[in-house]
């Protein structure tokens, strides 16, 4: 059996087949079948706002083709996500804000002195600082259950509902600054990377089940409650869709108990487009609390694909190399109605911007 199997290997090889038993799954690029509608949408429906984006250009020249490809792509305002403070934020304010409203550049926390005693005044002193030099919010700040920052030789963390942050989160209400956090990550970084893996191929790229002594998907998801809880006059926003992918209806009960969170869908397209009846009906459910983002670069390409699931009704469709998951996607065909909202509706109202209307 063992002499058949080899000679079959070599004969695959010799007329240019590639043996299933031994082709590996990160190779595998299945194309459709199908004779069903195929979408091309180039421009979204409505301006939109991307709500999460980060300092991906890093010049005049990349910066202007950036705004090229959001002319031609219909986004009308992008949110730099760029987790940074002092002379950091500066320059990255400086080289963005000289294109005006087209991007609104939001801030980090200072956390370097965490454990002083005068950390919390410090850290708002520069939050302040940040704000007076145009921050249009704070984000993103990111705990995937390590936590916010951690000193691996003396084991110590500071999660986002430590009570050292809580005069920060209490700082972007009163100085009305949406705050973007991302929790967790998707449920299948967690999970064992075995063959029962959903997401195994992205998963292992970003693996978490092999983390000691962290906090678990669902203790971050109460952690995210915690301090939405704490500071119903702070908005925050959950980044991708607080990574509850797999759970839509916890991260509808979340919003239904907290009026000051928001969801952006941003890099978790693939995550619920193999579910477009669940999805759709979740859009619909909560259609005043979902933001437009997208959080992977800015090729008009990667805007074409987020229009095309949100708006087409296309089925079975791949895109493995945008998002690194093997299994076939589909479209939401989400109503025109909803699309305002998402695109733009409710991310102005968050901004709140003059002249933003049409």
Not at 141 to 151: A, N, T
Not at 210 to 222: K, N, P, S
Not at 299 to 315: A, G, N, P
Request: aromatic share 12%.
């Amino acid at each position: 059996m063992k002499a058949i199997m080899c000679l079959l290997f070599f004969a695959s090889l010799l007329f240019g087949q590639e043996d299933p038993t031994s082709l590996l799954l990160r190779n595998y690029r299945p194309v459709s079948i199908y004779k069903v509608d195929r979408s091309h949408i180039s421009r979204a429906n409505y301006p939109a706002i991307d709500m999460h984006s980060h300092p991906y250009a890093h010049g005049a020249e990349e910066i202007a083709q950036w705004i090229q490809h959001m002319d031609e792509s219909g986004i009308k305002k992008t949110i730099i996500l760029t987790k940074s403070t002092g002379t950091a934020f500066d320059s990255i304010y400086a080289l963005y804000k000289v294109h005006g409203d087209r991007f609104d550049i939001w801030c980090g926390f200072d956390l370097s002195r965490y454990e002083d005693s005068d950390f919390a005044a410090k850290a708002v002193a520069e939050l302040e600082r940040c704000a007076r030099a145009g921050a249009g919010g704070v984000g993103e700040i990111s705990d995937k259950g390590s936590g916010l920052i951690r000193d691996a030789a003396q084991d110590r963390r500071m999660h986002l509902d430590d009570p050292r942050m809580d005069p920060l989160w209490k700082r972007c209400g009163e100085l009305g600054l949406p705050v973007n956090v991302h929790v967790a990550d998707p449920i299948w970084m967690y999970q064992p990377m075995d063959s029962t893996n959903d997401g195994l191929m992205n998963a292992y790229s970003w693996r978490l089940d092999d983390r000691q002594d962290i906090r678990t998907h669902d203790q971050m998801i109460t952690t995210l409650e915690n301090i939405v809880k704490k500071h119903p006059e702070t908005i925050f926003v959950a980044c991708h869709f607080a990574n509850l992918s797999y759970d839509l209806r916890r991260l509808g009960e979340l919003l239904d108990r907290y009026p000051n969170l928001f969801a952006d869908i941003s890099a978790r397209y693939a995550e619920t487009a193999p579910i477009p009846r669940a999805t759709a009906a979740f859009y619909e459910d909560y259609q005043d609390r979902l933001l437009y983002g997208t959080d992977m670069g800015f090729e008009k390409e990667m805007y074409q694909v987020t229009f095309r699931i949100l708006e087409s009704k296309d089925e079975h469709f791949y895109e493995i190399e945008q998002f690194d998951y093997h299994w076939p996607l589909y479209g939401l065909g989400l109503g025109k109605e909803i699309l305002e909202k998402i695109y733009y509706r409710n991310a102005a109202g968050i901004l709140n911007h003059k002249g933003m209307e049409e």
